[in-house]
C-alpha cells in the first residue's frame, strides 16, 4: 500500500497529539506501529521527522518511566541524523 506523505504527516501529527486517547488501540501499540513506519521508504525526510516527533508526543504520555527497546534504538539511530527534521 503507498500512501502519499502528507497523509503519514497528517496521521503522524494526529496520533502524536490524540492517539493517547484511543480506546482501540493501547499508546504502546501505536508506539510500535510508528517504529515500524518510520523505518519503511518514505519519498520525503521530513516525513520521518514527523513520525518520530508522534513517537516522541506518545513516549511522554506513558505512565511508564522507562522507555521500550525499541524506541531507545530509534532514538539513538536518529538523533545524529544530517537532516534537523529528524533530529
Known amino acids: 500500500l503507498i500512501v ?3 497523509m ?3 496521521s503522524s501529527w ?3 497529539h490524540y492517539g493517547f486517547l484511543s480506546d482501540i488501540l493501547p499508546v504502546s501499540e501505536i508506539i510500535d506501529r510508528l ?3 518510520v523505518e519503511k521508504p ?3 525526510l521530513e516525513t520521518r ?3 518520530v516527533s508522534a513517537i ?3 513516549c511522554s504520555r506513558l505512565s511508564s518511566t522507562s522507555l521500550s527497546p525499541t524506541v531507545l534504538n530509534l532514538l539513538r539511530k536518529y538523533s545524529n541524523s544530517r537532516s ?3 533530529q
Open 56 to 58: 516522541l508526543l506518545l
Open 49 to 51: 521527522g514527523w513520525i
Open 84 to 86: 534537523l527534521d529528524v
Open 4 to 6: 502519499p506523505d502528507i
Open 35 to 37: 517504529c515500524d513506519l
Open 8 to 10: 503519514i504527516k497528517v
Open 14 to 16: 494526529v496520533l502524536g
Open 42 to 44: 518514505l519519498n520525503c
